[in-house]
């Protein structure tokens, strides 16, 4: 939640888009959290937050680089008290419309021992390239989703890990290697 908390005070006044991720009611979803974060980076107000990425450090500058192509990050995340109160059919519905000729699933990973699942989908662009992803990361207590919309470098993906909001996937990779 730090991650989200740093980029809310960069920027307070982040514009609310309309949800790009049919399949899941967000207010149901928000009235049984105990915390609730929502992101929604478009147009002007993604440009700005590139702004805040220094161009001295390079993966802060491979960062800004990667948000030129880019035309929205939404990222919703909801913490709860305890495991069962979000509804594991929203999440299905949301993965089933993502089973289509445009996305394709990269990533499955699923921890049955703590009911753990990771899914990564990408959407194709006409001609190759990637024109999307999205990631729902599914824990008993706690839901994330993140979408990212635009024409994205899959080289310099890696550069967003941890930053505006998103995931940090070095650490979880960090944390799987450990274990």
Known sequence: MNRLLTLLLLLPFVAVAQNPQPGIDWDRLAQSAVEHTEV?????????????????????????????????????????????????????????????????????????????????????AAGGGLRGLMIIDAEPKELTVVNISGTIDLANLGALSGRLGIPNFKHHSRKAEAE
């Open 40 to 124: 929604n980076l478009e147009g002007s107000m993604l440009t700005m937050a590139a702004k805040f990425l220094s161009q001295d450090d390079p993966d802060q500058a491979k960062a800004r680089k990667l948000l030129e192509g880019i035309t929205g990050i939404h990222i919703h995340t909801y913490e709860f008290d305890r495991p069962g109160q979000y509804s594991m059919a929203q999440v299905e519905a949301l993965r089933s419309r993502l089973r289509g000729p445009e996305w394709s699933e990269i990533v499955q990973s699923k921890n049955i021992a703590d009911g753990e699942s990771t899914h990564i989908y990408m959407k194709s």
